[in-house]
């Protein structure tokens, strides 16, 4: 992989998104949006890439991503989301849900859109009112779905002012992330490392069905679904595991995969080729995940600056009596596939927070006050 552009901006990053390219164009992302947290003022950015990854005159890169514009945020920003190509959702530690415009005219960004009590402990209205960070949202248009640390579910769509439905008692633990399964099913993780499949068809306030780890309730912080088998599922908890799920058998993970030293706090199957994997940690580490079979026979290593350690893994189910071209790599046995994983960012600094892949290029935020970026993925 070719060099990884560093750009520092004095502020804490807490969520990366690439701007989706529209759909038949053959152009790769230029633009991403950023969140930050924990700043004495929060901001939801856009940034472009443009002539990313010239040498300048001394052969150096000029990796420099440019601010094209940016607005404040009231609270952290946990979780954030394209909802188009003009317009980004925002999750907030204080409950509230917004939908910025983009101007691409004249470079700004405003409210187009807001709810502000999406999510709370004790309701409005009541003298002692108190919000709940929204943790998670996804989009599919014209629909939002936003999970937060009050159990809570909501439906909301654009251009409505109140939720289209709301689950409130979805979860007595804290809701962590959330991702459409299919477009009535969502998908939701929890803090007592349970997986729930939810389907809006059904007028109930109880899942469809319920997955979980089993021991120790480790509590997930993130999860993903596979963009063409969408029964398959992976995501990352507090003990920085990757955990891969077949959601149509079991109630377990098919397989559990030492990875992190702390949180995994994103996890992401890359969209067009899903079978890489790119996951990133409260241990400063950034990781590319690669389970392609065309990958020549290599023993389980992990590569990092020449360095490289045993990859343990094992696999909690034997799939061999399915067929093998039916199946996802991720599905498979990984000790006898050998999943590859190599160390994207040179040196471990403070927590990786968010990561976006589209096409051959990556980004991340960081603790450190770092965005770090790559067009050249795959060379």
């Not at 317009?87 to 502000?116: C, D, E, K, M």
Request: charged share 20%.
């Amino acid at each position: 992989m070719e060099e990884i552009c560093a750009k520092f901006v004095s502020q804490k990053i807490s969520k990366t998104r690439w701007r989706p390219v529209p759909l038949g164009s053959l152009q790769t992302a230029e633009t991403f949006a950023t969140g930050s947290w924990d700043n004495e003022e929060n901001h939801v950015s856009l940034w472009s890439i443009g002539d990313f990854g010239n040498l300048d005159s001394d052969g150096g890169f000029e990796g420099d991503h440019q601010l094209l514009c940016d607005i404040g945020h009231h609270g952290d920003v946990m979780d954030l989301q394209f909802f188009d190509q003009e317009r980004i959702v925002a999750a907030s530690s204080t409950g509230y849900v917004t939908i910025f415009l983009h101007h691409p005219n004249n470079q700004t960004l405003s409210v187009n859109q807001q709810w502000t009590t999406a999510h709370y402990h004790t309701g409005p209205g009541s003298p002692s009112y108190s919000s709940a960070p929204c943790t998670g949202i996804v989009c599919n248009n014209p629909e939002i779905v936003t999970v937060g640390e009050d159990g809570r579910i909501n439906l909301f769509r654009a251009d409505h002012k109140e939720a289209v439905r709301t689950i409130d008692n979805a979860d007595s633990s804290t809701l962590h992330a959330v991702t459409f399964l299919r477009t009535p099913e969502i998908l939701t993780v929890n803090s007592i490392g349970q997986l729930k499949i939810w389907d809006f068809r059904q007028q109930g306030n109880e899942p469809s069905q319920i997955l979980s780890l089993t021991g120790d309730r480790v509590p997930l912080h993130c999860v993903d679904r596979h963009p063409n088998q969408q029964h398959v599922v992976a995501t990352g908890g507090q003990d920085g595991m990757l955990s891969i799920w077949d959601v149509r058998q079991g109630t377990m993970p098919v397989s559990l995969l030492k990875a992190h030293e702390a949180e995994m706090w994103e996890v992401h199957f890359h969209p067009s080729n899903p079978d890489h994997l790119f996951t990133c940690s409260e241990d400063g580490s950034l990781w590319h995940w690669d389970a392609s079979t065309d990958v020549p026979e290599k023993s389980s290593l992990f590569h990092q600056g020449g360095r490289t350690s045993t990859f343990l893994s094992h696999s909690i189910s034997n799939q061999a009596n399915v067929h093998q071209s039916l199946i996802s790599s991720w599905l498979t046995d990984p000790a006898k596939d050998r999943i590859e994983i190599t160390s994207l960012l040179p040196n471990r600094t403070l927590s990786v927070n968010s990561l976006d892949v589209l096409g051959p290029c990556l980004v991340c935020g960081t603790d450190a006050e770092a965005i770090y970026v790559t067009r050249q993925l795959f060379s």
